[in-house]
């Protein structure tokens, strides 16, 4: 290249070398403060939704008996942890050959005691006392009452006492229990679930021959007790399609 005259050789356009760039630090404090509280606000909103607005769904069950078959509607949005444990138990086998130990007609059916497996007559002293190793709290829902067909969770002690022991033995009320005797129960025994389908079999159950009030064994009472053992064969949890339409319970 000439320039007035003079060559010149080309050479690139050169600058200086800048300086090096300051990197610009990573804000770690601030993206860590804004995981909180998305992580707070999630937490927050996941136990708002489960506590108050998550309505757990019915659950379904067969219940297979020596007299026959009837279908119960569980209520866990009631009754979550009593549902659970009966559920639990239920998929276990442990009601699997259980005696339906306590008949009181116009009153009650009972089942659930492990002492009465595979109904052996010899140990009819101890029927009624059992349980399992799992104890369910008192949960009182307002919407539910010992009416006929309803499912109730038994427990040790009284009105005012043993709130808080309910295990494996449950109950299934045979009339409105209406009088002020009956009406005691409601708010002190948990109601978790109903009969939706074969009402008769259960009322088949109360209809059976029972020893009378004197009747003992062992210096132990077994008043109530079936004569002749009728089985409690087994629970089996079904689907919600599974589950037949429910029908109107009438009373025993």
């Known amino acids: ?39 707070v606000v999630g937490l927050v909103g996941w136990e708002v939704y489960w506590n ?39 998929n ?27 109904g052996v007559n010899s140990t009819r002293s101890t029927w009624g006392q059992g349980s399992s190793s799992s104890t369910v709290p008192l949960e009182v829902c307002g919407s539910l009452h ?3 067909g309803y499912i109730g969770m038994a427990r040790q002690g009284n009105q005012t006492s043993g709130l808080d022991t309910g295990t494996s033995q449950f109950y299934i009320v045979l009339d409105n229990l209406t009088s002020a005797t009956f009406q005691q129960l409601d708010g002190y025994y948990t109601m978790f679930g109903k009969v939706i389908g074969g009402m008769k079999v259960v ?33 089996t949890i079904i689907s919600a399609a599974s589950a037949p339409a429910p029908q109107p319970v009438a009373s025993c």
């Open 92 to 118: 276990s086998g442990f009601y699997d050959n259980l005696v339906w130990h306590r008949i009181i007609p116009g009153f009650v059916i009972q089942t659930g005691d492990p002492n009465t497996k595979n």
């Open 203 to 235: 009322c088949s159950i109360a209809a059976v021959k029972t020893y009378g009030a004197s009747a003992t064994q062992n210096g132990e009472s077994i008043t109530n007790q079936p004569i002749n053992p009728v089985f409690l064969r087994n629970v």
């Open 1 to 39: 290249m000439y320039f007035n005259g003079i060559r010149r050789a080309w050479k690139p356009n050169l600058v200086d070398k800048p300086g090096r760039r300051k990197k610009r630090k990573v804000p770690w404090g601030k993206i860590a403060a804004v995981v909180v509280i998305v992580l």
């Open 146 to 148: 010992n009416y006929a």
């Open 52 to 90: 108050y607005l998550y309505v757990p769904p019915p659950v379904y069950a067969t219940v297979g008996t020596s007299l026959g078959s009837f279908s119960i509607e569980l209520f866990p949005a009631c009754a979550p942890k009593t549902v659970s444990n009966f559920v639990s138990l239920a």
